[in-house]
């Protein structure tokens, strides 16, 4: 029986077939049809046109980047299963502690160094992590899951190119991945590549909409309504920015920021009774999710 990270269930299941955010969502509290490659070679092709070369990302996944997608995984291997489960269960230590072990023993396991990678990338240390998926990916460059969380050190590193060249990778080896163009769309928006944002947040929505339904699909739907929302109001169009963040926070209620930014549209409309209601909503969420007015965000 292997263990396959995306659901974090002890059973296989085709490769891309469960999306990353539902592991994001459970694991670190924040991830097809063949039609879906001709998708992905469209956001592609903007990652290869940028400045930034997407085969310099580093030397061990630049090299891992001509691996046919026939030959990568996404299952860990079944004697890693415990571990997973002990990074699930909260605190880091005892699972770091296995590891370590693991990799004075044997220090090409590749797998063995993505977890503990993924311990630090759950604590936020994302330079930390940043290393060890160097070693994941040097040492198991089938195992397709490391470009997808090395793209996210990268990002929050503030290396935007190079984070927008390892979830590229990871979605010529794995189809279909919403989040991987989730993330292409937030590097986009970022970087004030409007059109490109909004074509790479199109397909993330998709890409989850093409999957069976899973916990956390419709949270998903919603922040990526929501940064089409966030776009559109950066264009201008109010309109398909309200009608936006109101689907944004009808699929996810607790998205307290869209909330927040539909009020402050629907003043500019001139709908002063929506906006309240928005207002209102927007207090209700924080509630929920414990972030109160003001809170750091």
Not at 145 to 165: K, M, N, S, V
Not at 183 to 189: D, H, N, P, V
């Amino acid at each position: 029986m292997q263990y396959v990270l995306h659901l974090v269930y002890k059973v296989e299941i085709p490769v891309g077939s469960i999306p990353l955010r539902q592991f994001i969502d459970e694991f670190l509290d924040y991830r097809p049809t063949p039609k879906w490659g001709m998708l992905a070679l469209g956001v592609v092709a903007f990652v290869l046109g940028c400045d930034q070369n997407p085969d310099s990302t580093t030397k061990n996944s630049g090299e891992s980047f001509n691996i046919p997608p026939s030959s990568t995984t996404t299952a860990l291997r079944s004697d890693l299963g415990g571990v997973l489960d002990l990074l699930r269960s909260g605190p880091t230590g005892a699972a770091r502690i296995r590891l370590k072990k693991l990799l004075d023993q044997n220090p090409t396991d590749g797998q063995a160094a993505f977890l503990y990678g993924l311990s630090l990338h759950q604590e936020k240390r994302y330079s930390e992590a940043r290393a060890y998926f160097d070693q994941a990916l040097e040492h198991a460059p089938d195992y397709a899951t490391t470009h997808h969380f090395l793209g996210w050190c990268l990002f929050y590193e503030g290396e935007l190119g190079l984070a927008r060249a390892s979830f590229s990778r990871h979605t010529k080896l794995v189809e279909g991945e919403g989040d991987d163009y989730f993330a292409m769309g937030l590097i986009a928006l970022e970087q004030n590549h409007l059109a490109e944002a909004e074509d790479s947040f199109e397909i993330a929505l998709q890409c989850f909409e093409a999957l069976p339904a899973f916990n956390g699909r419709d949270r998903e739907q919603g922040k990526t309504f929501a940064r089409l929302g966030e776009l559109a109001d950066v264009l201008g169009n109010l309109d398909l920015a309200a009608e936006r963040l109101s689907k944004a926070t009808e699929l996810f209620p607790d998205h307290y920021e869209a909330w927040h930014r539909l009020a402050a549209i629907e003043r500019r409309r001139g709908n002063q009774d929506a906006a309240a209601q928005a207002a209102e909503q927007e207090a209700a969420a924080r509630n929920r999710v414990g972030r109160p007015q003001g809170f750091p965000e």
